[in-house]
Nanobody, 119 residues
Framework: QVQLVESGGGLVQAGGSLGLSCAAS????????MAWYRQAPGKQRALVAA???????NYADSVKGRFTISRDYAKNTVDLQMNSLKPEDTAVYYC?????????????WGRGTQVTVSS
């Protein structure tokens, strides 16, 4: 079992910046994809950004150029730097990770951290 613990959420004004961090209980090198998802009220959970074990990144169109995802293999963390925040970025942000075990993909989720962007 892999535990993921998010930190860094909070309240920020539009145009501001915020950084999120997710600490994994497993070695980051043992994990395949690490990612951030978000869920706004009344909406489905959606991918924000992801990074593979090889370092390939993928971003939702709505955050390209504003958000940056990064992995720290020494600290077993995945971070999300969010700049030029907009009120529509308000959501609960969830950390995600997966790994292969016996040819089966196991997925893990954090409990989420609230990000609120005021206009």
């Amino acid at each position: 079992q892999v535990q993921l613990v998010e930190s860094g959420g909070g309240l920020v004004q539009a145009g501001g910046s915020l950084g999120l961090s997710c600490a994994a209980s497993a070695r980051s090198s043992a994990l395949n994809v690490m990612a951030w998802y978000r869920q706004a009220p009344g909406k489905q959970r959606a991918l924000v950004a992801a990074v593979t074990s090889g370092g390939t990144t993928n971003y939702a169109d709505s955050v390209k150029g504003r958000f940056t995802i990064s992995r720290d293999y020494a600290k077993n963390t995945v971070d999300l730097q969010m700049n030029s925040l907009k009120p529509e970025d308000t959501a609960v942000y969830y950390c995600y990770a997966d790994r292969f075990q016996a040819a089966t993909l196991k997925t893990y989720w954090g409990r989420g951290t609230q990000v609120t962007v005021s206009s």
